[in-house]
């Protein structure tokens, strides 16, 4: 009933919100994923999108398509798999950033480790900055982190704007330096806080410096300080800084997916787990579920 390619594209159109940019992930032409997605709509007689000149929205039932289509293509793939006779095999060394702590990347690396149980899977958590440096020493296989706004490198996997968040009760002087929760470098996040701050000319200083996404959380809790953060991604708990506290805008941020270069034998197993990620890509910026640890 449902054309695997067509769910695809529908996917991606909901990851992005933008047709073009669903296009540059596909590879195709804008006129055809808004043909594959007016085609899904006719097969379900539904409208997935509400969209004008400006802007792209899932409906109701494009919320409620994106588990159907989740779980559609997974099952496609595992029967294409287990009657084509193609099993994975080998090491990967994916590499995520702290990001990724507290959403629900588990679970696709669940269903990853499910679908291809021949592969060797090994987990690095770090800084972005620190996972791009290991991906060109040839030390990873496969990253998914944040690149600078200047960085081509990279499958765009969603795209959002870095906000200041604190804690609720904190209150900050106008007249004293802005008081900062930073990774340490190469941080990413870090050096465009201090980039923003600077080219405001608004003073600063470090209250708190961690490599930890749960220990800038701690401190960010305890009131020390505000930080820069992802703002499809604000840890419960946490709010964003109002307008009147002054602080400078922050700008975008791109979550991409970057291959290394230096494995031939790993590409098929980074293949998989990059289009598992693509294909799960919506439950980056949901938190886990309680009762997972």
């Known amino acids: ?66 588990g159907f289509a989740r779980r559609i293509l997974e099952v496609h793939e595992q029967a294409t798999a287990f009657f084509t006779g193609t099993r994975l095999r080998g090491r990967l060394r994916f590499g995520a950033s702290e990001d990724f702590v507290l959403t629900r990347l588990p679970e696709t690396l669940e269903g990853f480790r499910h679908d291809h149980p021949e592969v060797d899977l090994e987990l690095t958590v770090e800084l972005s900055g620190t996972l791009h440096e290991r991906l060109a020493a040839g030390k990873l296989d496969l990253v998914l982190a944040k690149r600078r706004p200047e960085d081509p490198r990279g499958e765009p996997v969603w795209s959002d704007r870095l906000v200041w968040i604190g804690a609720e009760r904190l209150r900050l002087e106008p007249d004293r330096p802005v008081p900062l929760i930073v990774y340490p470098p190469p941080g990413i996040t870090r050096a465009l806080a201090l980039e923003a701050l600077q080219r405001e000319g608004r003073a600063w200083r470090v209250a708190c410096t961690s490599g930890s996404l749960n220990g800038l959380i701690a401190a960010a809790r ?12 604000v840890p419960p708990g ?27 034998s790993a590409q098929g197993a980074a293949n998989a787990l990059a289009a598992a990620v693509l294909a799960g890509g919506d439950r980056l910026h949901r938190p886990q579920r309680t009762g997972l640890g």
């Open 222 to 233: 305890a009131g020390l300080g505000v930080m820069a953060h992802s703002r499809g991604l």
């Open 1 to 66: 009933m449902y054309d695997p390619s067509h769910l695809r594209t529908f996917l991606s159109v909901a990851q992005t919100l933008s047709f073009t940019q669903a296009a540059r992930r596909l590879g195709l032409r804008q006129s055809t994923v808004s043909q594959h997605v007016r085609r899904l709509e006719d097969a379900t007689g539904r409208q997935l999108f509400s969209r004008d000149t400006h802007s792209v929205e899932l409906t109701e039932d494009g919320e409620a398509m994106l």
């Open 238 to 264: 946490l709010v964003r800084v109002p307008e009147r506290a002054g602080l400078p805008e922050l700008g975008g941020v791109d979550f991409v997916l970057v291959h290394g270069r230096h494995r031939p």
